[in-house]
């Protein structure tokens, strides 16, 4: 796992997970969180507009980072 740094206190999944480098395209992302695909703190999050705080855990198909 990685830390990725953020520019203020939060961050949208959606927004972390291309700065992430998880995901090519926000379409892909819209897709993996709609059918389950991404986990956040090992929960399963649907919301791609659920708000990221440093020391979240995200993870996508095998690949993982938190929010630094």
Request: net charge neutral; aromatic share 2%.
């Amino acid at each position: 796992m990685r830390d990725v740094p953020i520019d203020s206190d939060m961050i949208r999944l959606g927004q972390f997970l291309k700065l992430a480098d998880l995901i090519d395209t926000g379409g892909e992302a819209k897709v993996l969180i709609t059918i389950g695909d991404v986990t956040v703190n090992g929960e399963v999050d649907t919301r791609r507009g659920r708000q990221l705080h440093p020391g979240d855990v995200v993870s996508v198909r095998g690949r993982s980072a938190r929010v630094a």
